[in-house]
Nanobody
Framework: QVQLVESGGGLVQAGGSLRLSCAASGRTFSRYTVGWFRQVPGREREFVAALRYNGYTYYADSVKDRFTISRNNAKDTVYLQLNSLKTDDTAVYYC???????????????????WGQGTQVTVSS
């Protein structure tokens, strides 16, 4: 069992930056693939970025070159750095983790076993 807690969301103006954190407890987190997803009311949860246990990173086209996913295994924490934020980035951001997810499924939110409670990111114009 893995428990995930997100933090770092907030209100920021367009063009600004935020850093989201996903702190884990319960298992050897370094062996898990971690994904960030986001969701707005009435829409399906959307893939944002993922970091596999081997260090490889993957991004949605809409955030590539603006967002960066990274991890600190000593702190059992994964980060999502959000730069050059746009109003379209407004959403609740969730982190998710899974130890057995295959590469072809990392963008599929239904394939992750563990989820945090979410953190709100609001970008104003």
């Amino acid at each position: 069992q893995v428990q995930l807690v997100e933090s770092g969301g907030g209100l920021v103006q367009a063009g600004g930056s935020l850093r989201l954190s996903c702190a884990a407890s319960g298992r050897t987190f370094s062996r898990y693939t971690v994904g960030w997803f986001r969701q707005v009311p009435g829409r399906e949860r959307e893939f944002v970025a993922a970091l596999r246990y081997n260090g490889y990173t993957y991004y949605a086209d809409s955030v590539k070159d603006r967002f960066t996913i990274s991890r600190n295994n000593a702190k059992d924490t994964v980060y999502l750095q959000l730069n050059s934020l746009k109003t379209d980035d407004t959403a609740v951001y969730y982190c998710a983790a899974d130890s057995g997810i295959i590469l072809s499924s990392i963008r599929d939110h239904t394939k992750y076993d563990y989820w945090g409670q979410g953190t709100q990111v609001t970008v104003s114009s």
